[in-house]
């Protein structure tokens, strides 16, 4: 068992992390605040190091890394910042990875190289969770009725990340009046075309660097061409997408939760109470030893499910673990951030207060840390054996 990067993958989080510092870290307090999409360090990102194509071929306009080099990847962005790391997450493992894994290669070229440029409206994007349909997809009542050589799709979409300034939106949809897994498939729909309304970005509690928007379908009309595989396969691939991305957010957490930790340990040693450094103080010490003890464990963990994924080995429970103690992790590691800060923690002079609040969604996105149990239940009951 090795648990040693090679000398690329070291090399390749090297870089991420320089180019993180150098060009997302100092500006995410500003760009946060004016609830700003980071758009000069993602068009460098992409040109630099194809940030915008980690889930895409080189065939097709891509860098293709591999699993493990893209959740190093999405950790390094989630510790320089929270929303310009999940920009990057959800275009490639949600808004690209679809038409990677169930397109055809008319759609591959016709769709990828588009989007792995980071050109503002260059982005790809998933539409899944609905007004009234969140964890349980079976709930999409939105609807597309093939009318010839072209499907009209109608109804509405919510917090839709990447929505408004995307290339694409695959989209969930329900080709079947039945509720079953054989009625929802996947289409492609460009943001040009007539019908598709997308809101203003929504007002949210962090991640002001990232967006996210309802969508409305008014009689879109998108050729029959842009179904992804098999009609009444949208719930199979769904699943299988989400899993991959669940890696993502697990990374992500993390991120956040090394930067935070870092910020408490620094700010421990210097500052003084009653003489000494915070640091000195037991009771911090054991709160500093609790946080690097879980971020510790959160990364074997999220590294493995990535391992198993490069591995072509099924990763669902393990990419389900990660993300649920991952994501839960970092609430606990970002909100003692802010008590070993104290007052100043709370405020937004000291970024820990924007970890906090970025972490918030980890727990909610990709599915909650409630469905990430049932999945790992499941697992658990059917077989108490050879879990990995």
């Not at 759609?107 to 980071?118: D, I, N, S």
Request: glycine share 10%; hydrophobic share 40%.
């Amino acid at each position: 068992m090795d648990f040693s990067f090679s000398p690329e993958l070291k090399m390749w989080r090297e870089a991420v992390h320089d180019f993180a510092a150098k060009e997302i870290k100092p500006f995410a307090a500003e760009y946060n605040e004016r609830e700003e999409t980071m758009w000069p360090a993602l068009q460098k990102g992409g040109e630099q190091l194809g940030l915008l194509g980690m889930s895409v071929p080189e065939a097709y306009g891509g860098s293709a890394v591999d699993p493990l080099a893209f959740a190093v990847a999405i950790e390094e962005l989630g510790w320089a910042d929270g929303g310009t790391a999940l920009v990057v997450a959800a275009h490639n493992g949600l808004g690209c990875a679809p038409i990677v894994m169930f397109g055809n290669e008319e759609q591959k070229k016709r769709f990828l190289p588009r989007v792995t440029g980071g050109q503002p409206g260059r982005l790809a994007a998933l539409a899944l969770t609905e007004p009234d349909a969140g964890s349980d997809l079976k709930g999409v009542k939105t609807h597309a009725e093939l009318e010839g050589d072209h499907w009209v799709i109608n109804g509405s979409k919510m917090w839709i990340t990447n929505s408004g300034d995307a290339d694409y939106i695959v989209t969930l949809v329900r080709t079947s009046p039945e509720r079953s897994s054989h009625s929802l498939s996947l289409i492609v729909v460009p943001t040009g075309t007539p019908g598709l309304h997308v809101g203003p970005p929504e007002k949210k509690m962090g991640l002001g660097t990232t967006h996210s928007h309802a969508i409305t379908y008014e009689n879109v009309r998108v050729p029959r061409e842009n179904l992804l595989g098999e009609v009444g396969q949208g719930m199979y691939q769904t699943l299988q997408v989400l899993d991959g991305g669940r890696i993502s957010i697990g990374a992500l957490a993390l991120g956040i939760a090394q930067a935070a930790f870092e910020e408490a340990v620094a700010y421990a040693k210097q500052r003084i109470t009653f003489g000494k450094p915070l640091s000195a103080r037991q009771a911090i010490q054991f709160m500093l030893a609790d946080m690097a003890t879980e971020i510790h464990a959160a990364r074997l963990m999220v590294y493995h499910a990535a391992w198993l994924k490069a591995q072509g080995k099924p990763f669902t429970h393990a990419a389900a673990m990660a993300k649920l103690f991952a994501s839960e992790m970092a609430e606990r590691v970002t909100r003692n951030a802010i008590q070993i800060h104290g007052g100043y923690g709370y405020s937004r002079e000291y970024p820990v207060e924007r970890m906090y609040r970025d972490t918030r969604l980890m727990t909610i996105g990709e599915g909650t840390s409630e469905i990430q149990r049932l999945v790992i239940a499941r697992r658990v009951v059917s077989s108490m054996a050879g879990l990995f």
